[in-house]
């Protein structure tokens, strides 16, 4: 006998389906709180991933401690562009967060300024002194290293 489409998978009460209709709530209705931000500014959920199936197929169940992450957080939500995240990894991945390439990493400024041993609003007050990235970036980088030599 042939499946309907409307089979139960006996996941409606997981972590891995209340992150899998977020995601679709998010992008296809215009009701939903966080829509502007997702569906409103041209986000949308691959054709696989509109069933949940599909979408536990390419993702698996959600690791405890992680949620659903666009790697690309101005791409879309499908299997080359989403990873399971850690809080912290998020909040690095966010589209605001201002980026520096320091010895081959590309981390966020906050990240940056731990690892030379200064507040990320030294680097912002630099930035806002009319500096570019690169020469904040080396400053501090040459700072930190004549701090450990020192």
């Given amino acids: 006998m042939p499946r309907s489409n409307n ?30 931000y997702y569906g409103g500014r041209g986000i949308s ?12 197929e390419d993702m698996g169940e959600r690791p405890e401690g992680k949620t659903l992450d666009r790697k690309d957080s101005n791409g879309n939500y499908c299997k080359l562009n989403c990873r399971w995240s850690t809080k912290k990894e998020q909040m690095v991945n966010r589209r605001n967060n201002r980026m520096v390439s320091y010895k081959g990493q590309r981390m966020c400024f906050s990240d940056f300024a731990k690892s030379v041993g200064c507040l990320p609003q030294s680097l912002y007050n630099r930035i806002a002194e009319g500096w570019t990235e690169e020469q904040t970036v080396e400053y501090y980088a040459n700072k930190q290293a004549v701090r450990l030599e020192g």
């Fill in 45 to 56: 959920v691959c054709k696989e991933w509109l069933r949940f199936t599909g979408f536990l």
């Fill in 7 to 36: 089979y139960q998978h006996g996941m409606t009460a997981s972590a891995t389906y209340y992150t899998w209709s977020n995601m679709k709530k998010r992008c296809l209705n215009p009701r939903n709180d966080n829509y502007a």
